[in-house]
């Protein structure tokens, strides 16, 4: 749909797009809570359970496992059925899987837990982009969008200062904060019920971007997308294996064992990263609304990455700043950039296939990170065993770079459209 036919339609009240996006924002922040709440735990578990650190990494890939398959079929799924529907049996998904977390003092009940969770978890946040698309494309798409994920990040932030705020259920042990992660769940798939009634309100009015559904699934829809689409999957997984399982999975640990932090220090500081983009994504949105230059702007989110990693162990306060910097600009850019690859009946398709291989870097990487600690030895009395995961976190960082370097270049020989 040109701009001009997106001008051309009617448009949802105002109270009806704030209704949805107020939902839209709940179902994501209560589901980015419940994804971050091992971290603040990691070491709980490992006292109190005895978890190894290839354990606790597992409780984050697993949650990626089934996501390498499931998501793209999630996506396609909600090209048929619509992102209403889809948002809310995923939101209901995650709420068994966080049920099951908090219950699961054996290893297999907890990991089978973020098993569930991540099966609705991720084809969710396809389900969302996809109905962000559907009401707000060609009025301030990409602000919309950095908004929504601004508000995702602050469940994260809140899970990362969760034994500050919480603190008398974390001394409890690990089991109160898993309630409390359930409890978040809960407002998820609350919010998810709110969108559906909105969603089903507004849709026979002709208000929303959304195409038809079409007759039958066509898996042939991801041979057709372009080189640009490829690279920007290289960046999403590249720079998503970085992000999740160094920050959402071993940061706190590090930051307790090779930095000399408390615990709530360390989730003090880790939260900053969070508490940036939540302030910051939407700034990012703003500028690409305003001045378009999709590539160039990815390549200046990406370069920020590699350098955190830099002075990470001298300066782990700029490594978190830099780290913010990009996790706030970088996704502000490359979700509202992939619409420009895919075709509206092809959107979920397009989302699914990305978020599907960004999930199988996830896995891979929580699964790598917990092996190279372990083999490293990696402790609060051999704290130089963390360098060589923060090595391997740093040339995925420079791999994500690269690849927004590729994708600004293929553009400027496109031309000033592909540019754009």
Same mark, same amino acid.
């Given at each position: ?43 709980? *578990? ?52 966080? +049920? ?73 042990? !690990?089991?109160?904060?898993? !309630? ?49 689409? !490829? ?80 002075? *990470? ?21 490359? !979700? ?56 391997? +976190? ?27």
């Amino acid at each position: 749909m040109t701009p001009t036919q997106a001008a051309a339609r009617p448009t949802p009240s105002v109270a009806a797009q704030t209704t949805f996006f107020v939902a839209a924002a709940l179902v994501m922040l209560g589901n980015y809570y419940v994804y971050d709440a091992i971290a603040p735990v990691a070491e709980l *578990l490992t006292q109190q359970l005895h978890f190894t650190d290839g354990q606790i990494g597992t409780l984050n890939a697993i949650y990626s496992a089934p996501n390498i398959v499931l998501v793209l079929v999630g996506g396609i799924l909600t090209d048929r059925f619509g992102a209403r529907t889809m948002v809310l049996a995923t939101t209901a998904i995650c709420l068994i899987g966080a +049920f099951l977390t908090a219950i699961g003092a054996d290893f297999y009940v907890m990991a089978t837990g973020r098993l569930f969770f991540g099966v609705g978890s991720e084809t969710l946040s396809v389900a969302i982009l996809v109905a962000l698309a559907q009401w707000f494309t060609g009025r301030y798409f990409a602000l919309q969008m950095a908004l929504n994920i601004s508000l995702s990040r602050v469940g994260s932030y809140l899970a990362d200062r969760s034994p500050s705020f919480a603190k008398g259920l974390y001394d409890q042990g !690990w089991q109160s904060p898993m !309630w409390l992660a359930f409890a978040f769940a809960a407002v998820s798939f609350t919010a998810a019920l709110l969108y559906f009634y909105v969603d089903r309100r507004e849709a026979p009015r002709g208000t929303l971007s959304a195409p038809p559904p079409p007759d039958r699934i066509d898996l042939r829809h991801v041979l057709r997308f372009s080189g640009g689409y !490829w690279l920007l999957v290289i960046t999403c997984v590249t720079f998503y294996s970085v992000i999740f399982p160094f920050r959402s999975t071993f940061a706190i640990k590090y930051l307790q064992e090779a930095q000399h932090m408390t615990l709530e220090q360390a989730s003090t500081l880790n939260s900053y990263v969070f508490l940036a983009a939540a302030f910051a994504t939407p700034v990012f949105g703003l500028i690409l609304d305003r001045m378009g230059r999709n590539a160039l702007l990815l390549v200046l989110g990406s370069v920020l990455l590699p350098l955190s990693f830099m002075v *990470l162990s001298e300066a782990p306060g700029l490594s978190t700043v830099l780290l913010g910097l990009s996790f706030s600009f970088l996704p502000a850019v490359l !979700w509202p950039t992939v619409p420009s690859y895919a075709a509206p009946e092809q959107l979920g398709t397009a989302y699914g296939l990305m978020t599907t291989l960004q999930n199988a870097g996830l896995f891979a990487a929580n699964l790598a990170a917990g092996f190279i600690n372990d083999h490293s030895h990696a402790s609060a009395a051999n704290p130089e065993g963390y360098n060589p995961m923060l090595w391997f +976190f740093g040339a995925l960082s420079f791999a994500a770079f690269l690849a927004t370097v590729l994708l600004w270049l293929n553009s400027r020989r496109q031309g000033p459209a592909a540019a754009a």
